[in-house]
Structure formats: structure tokens, C-alpha cells
């Protein structure tokens, strides 16, 4: 009965939901009052269960929190070269895409070879160049992002999104700056991408610390006491804090300067935050920082490239090492050309800066990020007719629905029934998300003679995975064959053949 009432229940939300109407009960006046009261308690419990957050803190799991901010995704595989390295694995990739390259095969193509090289994306959202400036977003425009982000196979559970860029910047506000504005474009877009997946990972946008109070400009402290002073609750808006923690003046002070403006910075906004009414202790996201460099060695205002690496070494060492950092993804890898060159990790040859090396050798963990597992058995082909305890082979077709790449012996076919057949092995090629393949099996026939009914389910671990399905076989007893009885009837029937002629 209680199953029956919750499953009415859902139906009746989930009706809700999609805004048509549940069909219409043939009941009592009385009942048909307690079933809609009950009904809509339910509706509100299960409603109230959709808000739990779906997401994780990166830093209570291994945790890699290398990373390096892209300037293109064709620099994955280097990317991994660098964080993936001495020891780790799953680093963070930054990388940003604009309103007008919302394309969701291309960007599953870039999903899907971070996953396989084991990167795991941080993606800024922008708009596009207008001039001088970029683009003011939209309102209008939140719904397109969230159906394209919802469009993609993201590559763990959390979906690391950060709302724009710099907002305390006219040029990157379409021209002015408004941070009341920007406040309520954060929190409706979201409020809008949770609704639609709590596995959204809210970050704000990273701000500049260094900015001074301008016609063009304004200082970070004003611009986010602003913010709040428009959206009270704004800080339940965001899972995390985007950090620009820039060695500044100039992009050039040391790395044991602390305080706002310094590598360091993150610390200051974090306290900041906190003295304005922060409760929460949030995952960190360094998505810019980094030194400029001489380059060529022709200009003797920024640092020698050699010097880099020292600084990339202890900022890693003894500034980046806070509990609370999840990522730490300088800029930028590749932009040989200006006015990133002076960061770039990469010259204009396509040689990498010594730097790059250094931080390549530098000990890493192996991250262990949370990934979704997910399958369904397609069909099944096994011999319709067995023998008692008779070792047969069958083949699966299944479809990887989940977000991790199925290697051979992580998953497994089973038995749902102990009376049912019993599967000895399974093995199959790897099957990365969104395709089908084959798992071959070996399994012994039941014990029992009739007609066998029974299911077939994916697992991992001993934990169910997808859904199960049914199988039927008849099962007879053994067949005693007596071969010579049989040889002789042949041998009989060929010498009267032989005779006619």
C-alpha cells in the first residue's frame, strides 16, 4: 500500500512537472481529498529531495589539483603531459566557450578525450567580442547555455562551470560596470542549472584583485559588498571560489608576497568573504595565475624564463598547498602570439619554456574523481536449449550510459537467481560512454530440467548496475549416445547402398 501510494504520488508530480494533467481516479469524495493530500506532502518531500546536492567537495577525495588554463582544446594531450605527470592524474583543464561555439558534437568530441586522457574540465562561459569590449550576457540567453551544457556527457559528477569572466572590469561587462547586475545574473543562472542538474558545480567569476576604483575598473572588496548588498543570500548561490591570484604589481612580485594582489590572494578573499557573512568553507579554484616572461629575452621588464620555474616550484611547494584548493590552473599553456605571449607557456617555434619541465617533474597524487556508472543490457544471445550443468558461451550487447570508460573486469554479468545459470567469466573490449558493445560469457547451464526464466543484470563491485534482463532456456536432461551402435548403423546402411550398384 505504501508503495502504492509513493508511486501515485510521483506520478502526480512528475505530471506536475510537465504541466499536463494526471488522469482522472474513479474514488470517493473523501478519498480522493486524503489521496491529494497525500499526494501533494509527497510532491513536496520529493521536490525538497531534487535540491539536495548532487555534487561532491573535491578536496575530501584524492585530489590532483595541478592543472593548466587552454587556450584551445587541441592542447589536451600536452596538457596531460604536464599534470599527469610524476604520479598524478585526473588534473584540471580551464578552457572558455563562447555563446557562439555552443556545439554540442564538437564539444562531446573535446568531453570525451579529456575523459580518456583523464582531465577533468573546468569550463568558463562567455559571450563574444564586441569591439574593445565583450558582450554584455543575457538573460535571454541562460536557458540556450543550460540546454547545451545539459546536452554533454560531462566527464565526472561535477560539472565545473564558471559564470563569466572578471565582471569588475567594464570590458568584460559589455562597458560599465554593474555588479548589482552581475549578482542577479549569477544567482538566476544558477538557480536555473540547478533545477535542471544538481550535478552543477557553481563557480563565480574570478575577479581582479589588483583593480583599482575607475571609469573602467573597480576595487574587488566594493564590487562583491555590492553584490551582496543586492542578493543577500548570494553566497548560497556558489559551490565554490574562483580565485585570479596573480603575483602582482605587474605580474612579476614574488611568490612569498601575501595579501590581495599576490599569488596569495585567494586567502584574502576567503577571509573577506567570511567577514561579510561566509559560513561555508569553500573549494578554492585558482583559474588564472602565473609570472610573465622575457620570451625571447629581448625585454629586460619581465622575469628570464628560467626564473619561472623556481617560482612555479615554491608557489606549488609552500603557497598552493592549502587543504581547501582544489585546482590550481595557470595561465595559459599555448598563446605564442600577443598580448599572452608574455604568458605562455609555449614559444612561437612550438617549443615549450623551461618552466613547463620543471613543473612536469614536480610529485603529484592520482586524483580519484567521482564518475557516474551507468549501463543496460541491450540483448542477449545464449543457446536456447542446454543440457544439465552444461558450460555454454553467450554474448551481451550492452550500452555505456554512464561517464567512466569500461575496462575489461570492471564490470561483470550476473545472475539475478541463484537457481538460474551461473556466469564463471566475462570479458569484453573497452566500451567508453555513449556506446555499445559486446561482453562475452561463459556460464554453466542450471541444474534443473524444464524451462529455465530468469535475469541477467550488469554489476560492478556487487552493486546492480542498469536494468536486468530476462532470458529463457530449456533445459533436458543428458543424452546418452551410443556412437558404436550408431557407426554400425551407418556402416550398415553404406554397404547396401554399395550392393545396389
Same mark, same amino acid.
Given at each position: 500500500?505504501?508503495?502504492?501510494?509513493?508511486?501515485?504520488? /510521483?506520478? &502526480?508530480?512528475?505530471?506536475? !512537472?510537465?504541466?499536463? &494533467?494526471?488522469?482522472?481516479?474513479?474514488?470517493?469524495?473523501? #478519498?480522493?481529498?486524503?489521496?491529494?493530500?497525500?499526494?501533494?506532502?509527497?510532491?513536496?518531500?520529493?521536490?525538497?529531495?531534487?535540491?539536495?546536492?548532487?555534487?561532491?567537495?573535491? =578536496?575530501?577525495?584524492?585530489?590532483?589539483?595541478?592543472? &593548466?588554463?587552454?587556450?584551445?582544446?587541441?592542447?589536451?594531450?600536452?596538457?596531460? $603531459?604536464?599534470?599527469?605527470?610524476?604520479?598524478?592524474?585526473?588534473?584540471?583543464? =580551464?578552457?572558455?566557450?563562447?555563446?557562439?561555439?555552443? @556545439?554540442?558534437?564538437?564539444?562531446?568530441?573535446?568531453? !570525451?578525450?579529456?575523459?580518456?586522457?583523464?582531465?577533468?574540465?573546468?569550463?568558463?562561459? +562567455?559571450?563574444?567580442?564586441?569591439?574593445?569590449?565583450?558582450?554584455?550576457?543575457?538573460? *535571454?540567453?541562460?536557458?540556450?547555455?543550460? %540546454?547545451?551544457?545539459?546536452?554533454?556527457?560531462?566527464?565526472?559528477?561535477?560539472?565545473?562551470?564558471?559564470?563569466?569572466?572578471?565582471?569588475?572590469?567594464?570590458?568584460?561587462? *559589455?562597458?560599465?560596470? @554593474?555588479?548589482?547586475?552581475?549578482?542577479?545574473?549569477?544567482?538566476?543562472?544558477?538557480?536555473?542549472?540547478?533545477? $535542471?542538474? +544538481?550535478?552543477?558545480?557553481?563557480?563565480?567569476?574570478?575577479?581582479?584583485?589588483?583593480?583599482?576604483?575607475?571609469?573602467? =575598473? #573597480?576595487?574587488?572588496?566594493?564590487?562583491?559588498?555590492?553584490? &551582496?548588498?543586492?542578493?543577500?543570500?548570494?553566497?548560497?548561490?556558489?559551490? *565554490?571560489?574562483?580565485?585570479?591570484?596573480?603575483?602582482?604589481?605587474?605580474?612579476?612580485?614574488?611568490?612569498?608576497? $601575501?595579501?590581495?594582489?599576490?599569488?596569495?590572494?585567494?586567502?584574502?578573499?576567503?577571509?573577506?568573504?567570511?567577514?561579510?557573512?561566509?559560513?561555508?568553507?569553500?573549494?578554492?579554484?585558482?583559474?588564472?595565475?602565473?609570472?610573465?616572461?622575457?620570451?625571447?629575452?629581448? %625585454?629586460?621588464?619581465?622575469?628570464?624564463?628560467?626564473?619561472?620555474?623556481?617560482?612555479?616550484?615554491?608557489?606549488?611547494?609552500?603557497?598552493?598547498?592549502?587543504?581547501?584548493?582544489?585546482?590550481?590552473?595557470?595561465?595559459?599553456? @599555448?598563446?605564442?602570439?600577443?598580448?599572452?605571449?608574455?604568458?605562455?607557456?609555449?614559444?612561437?617555434?612550438?617549443?615549450?619554456? %623551461?618552466?613547463?619541465?620543471?613543473? /612536469?617533474?614536480?610529485?603529484?597524487?592520482?586524483?580519484?574523481?567521482?564518475?557516474?556508472?551507468?549501463?543496460?543490457?541491450?540483448?542477449?544471445?545464449?543457446?536456447?536449449?542446454?543440457?544439465?550443468?552444461?558450460?555454454?558461451?553467450?554474448?551481451?550487447?550492452?550500452?555505456?550510459?554512464?561517464? %567512466?570508460?569500461?575496462?575489461?573486469?570492471?564490470?561483470?554479468?550476473?545472475?539475478?537467481?541463484?537457481?538460474?545459470?551461473?556466469?564463471?567469466?566475462?570479458?569484453?573490449?573497452?566500451?567508453?560512454?555513449?556506446?555499445?558493445?559486446?561482453?562475452?560469457?561463459?556460464?554453466?547451464?542450471?541444474?534443473?530440467?524444464?524451462?529455465?526464466?530468469?535475469?541477467?543484470?550488469?554489476?560492478?563491485?556487487? /552493486?546492480?548496475? *542498469?536494468?536486468?534482463?530476462?532470458?529463457?532456456?530449456?533445459?533436458?536432461?543428458?543424452?546418452?549416445?551410443?556412437?558404436?551402435?550408431?557407426?554400425?548403423?551407418?556402416?550398415?546402411?553404406?554397404?547396401?547402398?554399395?550392393?545396389?550398384?
Amino acid at each position: 500500500m505504501q508503495v502504492q501510494v509513493l508511486l501515485g504520488a /510521483q506520478a &502526480i508530480c512528475r505530471n506536475r !512537472d510537465e504541466g499536463s &494533467i494526471p488522469p482522472r481516479r474513479t474514488v470517493t469524495f473523501s #478519498m480522493k481529498k486524503v489521496v491529494l493530500f497525500l499526494s501533494t506532502l509527497i510532491c513536496l518531500l520529493i521536490g525538497s529531495t531534487r535540491q539536495i546536492q548532487a555534487i561532491y567537495d573535491p =578536496t575530501i577525495v584524492a585530489n590532483n589539483r595541478f592543472g &593548466i588554463h587552454l587556450g584551445s582544446p587541441a592542447d589536451l594531450e600536452e596538457a596531460a $603531459s604536464l599534470i599527469n605527470s610524476s604520479g598524478g592524474d585526473w588534473g584540471y583543464v =580551464t578552457f572558455v566557450i563562447q555563446k557562439g561555439e555552443r @556545439n554540442t558534437n564538437h564539444w562531446q568530441k573535446v568531453f !570525451d578525450k579529456a575523459r580518456r586522457l583523464h582531465l577533468i574540465p573546468i569550463v568558463r562561459i +562567455a559571450t563574444k567580442g564586441n569591439g574593445v569590449n565583450w558582450e554584455k550576457p543575457s538573460f *535571454g540567453d541562460i536557458d540556450g547555455w543550460i %540546454s547545451f551544457l545539459n546536452s554533454l556527457n560531462w566527464v565526472i559528477k561535477n560539472r565545473y562551470v564558471v559564470i563569466g569572466n572578471e565582471p569588475n572590469h567594464a570590458k568584460e561587462w *559589455g562597458g560599465e560596470v @554593474n555588479p548589482e547586475e552581475y549578482a542577479t545574473y549569477l544567482k538566476i543562472f544558477s538557480e536555473k542549472l540547478k533545477k $535542471s542538474s +544538481a550535478d552543477f558545480f557553481i563557480l563565480p567569476a574570478g575577479l581582479d584583485a589588483s583593480a583599482a576604483n575607475s571609469k573602467e =575598473t #573597480m576595487d574587488e572588496s566594493l564590487f562583491i559588498r555590492r553584490m &551582496i548588498e543586492k542578493e543577500k543570500g548570494i553566497f548560497e548561490y556558489f559551490d *565554490g571560489w574562483t580565485s585570479h591570484s596573480y603575483p602582482n604589481p605587474s605580474f612579476s612580485a614574488s611568490e612569498y608576497a $601575501s595579501g590581495k594582489g599576490s599569488i596569495k590572494t585567494y586567502e584574502w578573499e576567503i577571509n573577506y568573504l567570511k567577514s561579510l557573512g561566509l559560513k561555508k568553507d569553500l573549494p578554492i579554484f585558482i583559474t588564472e595565475t602565473g609570472w610573465i616572461h622575457n620570451g625571447s629575452g629581448n %625585454s629586460f621588464k619581465q622575469l628570464k624564463t628560467e626564473n619561472i620555474g623556481q617560482r612555479l616550484t615554491n608557489a606549488y611547494k609552500f603557497i598552493w598547498n592549502n587543504k581547501n584548493i582544489a585546482a590550481v590552473t595557470p595561465f595559459i599553456l @599555448n598563446y605564442p602570439e600577443p598580448p599572452f605571449n608574455v604568458f605562455s607557456w609555449k614559444d612561437k617555434s612550438g617549443s615549450f619554456y %623551461s618552466f613547463y619541465y620543471d613543473v /612536469q617533474k614536480l610529485a603529484k597524487i592520482k586524483g580519484e574523481p567521482i564518475q557516474e556508472i551507468n549501463g543496460l543490457i541491450i540483448s542477449i544471445l545464449i543457446p536456447p536449449l542446454q543440457q544439465i550443468g552444461q558450460n555454454f558461451s553467450g554474448i551481451v550487447l550492452v550500452k555505456n550510459t554512464g561517464q %567512466s570508460i569500461w575496462e575489461n573486469n570492471q564490470i561483470q554479468i550476473r545472475s539475478k537467481e541463484k537457481e538460474g545459470i551461473k556466469i564463471l567469466s566475462t570479458s569484453f573490449n573497452q566500451i567508453e560512454p555513449g556506446n555499445e558493445g559486446f561482453i562475452f560469457i561463459k556460464a554453466i547451464s542450471p541444474e534443473k530440467t524444464g524451462i529455465s526464466i530468469g535475469n541477467l543484470e550488469l554489476s560492478i563491485n556487487n /552493486q546492480s548496475l *542498469g536494468n536486468a534482463y530476462s532470458y529463457h532456456i530449456f533445459v533436458i536432461s543428458p543424452i546418452k549416445v551410443n556412437f558404436e551402435a550408431i557407426f554400425d548403423k551407418i556402416i550398415s546402411v553404406f554397404k547396401g547402398l554399395t550392393q545396389k550398384f
